[in-house]
């Protein structure tokens, strides 16, 4: 149980366009997503929180213009680069927490993102 | 802020070999604390983790880490490593029971055959 996936897995796009990355938690309904990026050789930074029907709250440095995030439902959760950038390549990871399960994070396999 | 720091960004050990990865946090009380493994282009997993009950927990593969508040540590251990084992290894701390989990910059495990 608590499995959490991401799609894509990889995506490479173009400089000045949009990419969607989608969160879901497969058997488990997550009050709380969180969103993090991870560069390389480099730890994970928190980059927002969501709860399910709010707006996400994020970290400071991150410009939630440029890094949209939607938490529609109690099992999925968006994060949309706008206008992306070679500076936004990155791995991204998506967590999902468990209410009533010690606030456990289960953390999504990740997308790599490759602005051209 | 609540923070942790992984000593050491490498460590290389020979296969069979102890090992040792450093987690130290900064924390007024005691708080959640975490292990995780992440492989090459794949996302984290849980090894452990310590939630106030018993200062030495045991992990997945054969891991644990045992909490130590007078140093405040929490260092992960491996007796003998497996050649499976090389991957990136991040310890966490959760400060209560709401907040998100804030990572150390994480320390990569070599294990030479």
């Known amino acids: 149980g608590a499995v959490v996936s991401q799609h894509p897995s990889r995506v490479i796009c173009k400089s000045g366009t949009s990419v969607k990355i989608e969160c879901r938690s497969l058997d488990f309904q997550a009050t709380t997503m969180f969103w993090y990026r991870q560069f390389p050789k480099k730890s994970l930074m928190l980059m927002a929180t969501?709860?399910?029907?709010?707006?996400?709250?994020?970290e400071q440095g991150v410009e939630k213009d440029k890094f949209l995030i939607n938490h529609a439902s109690l099992t999925l959760s968006t994060l949309t680069v706008t206008s992306a950038h070679p500076e936004d390549s990155s791995f991204y990871i998506c967590?999902?927490?468990?209410?009533?399960?010690?606030?456990?994070?289960?953390f999504g396999p990740g997308t790599r993102l490759t602005v051209l | 802020a609540q923070s942790v720091t992984q000593l050491g960004s490498h460590v290389s050990v020979s296969e069979g070999a102890l090992v040792l990865l450093r987690c130290n946090y900064s924390s007024s009380v005691p708080p959640y604390l975490f292990w995780y493994v992440q492989y090459p282009n794949q996302g984290l997993q849980l090894l452990l983790k310590?939630?106030?009950?018993?200062?030495l927990v045991k992990g997945i593969n054969g891991f644990e880490a045992e909490f130590k508040k007078s140093e405040t540590s929490f260092h992960l251990t491996k007796p003998s490593a497996h050649m499976s084992d090389a991957a990136e290894y991040f310890c966490a701390v959760r400060p209560s029971g709401n907040t998100p989990l804030v990572f150390g910059k994480g320390t990569r495990l070599s294990v030479i055959a």
């Open positions: 969501s709860n399910e029907g709010s707006k996400a709250t994020y």
């Open positions: 967590s999902a927490r468990v209410s009533g399960r010690g606030n456990e994070q289960f």
């Open positions: 310590y939630t106030s009950a018993a200062t």
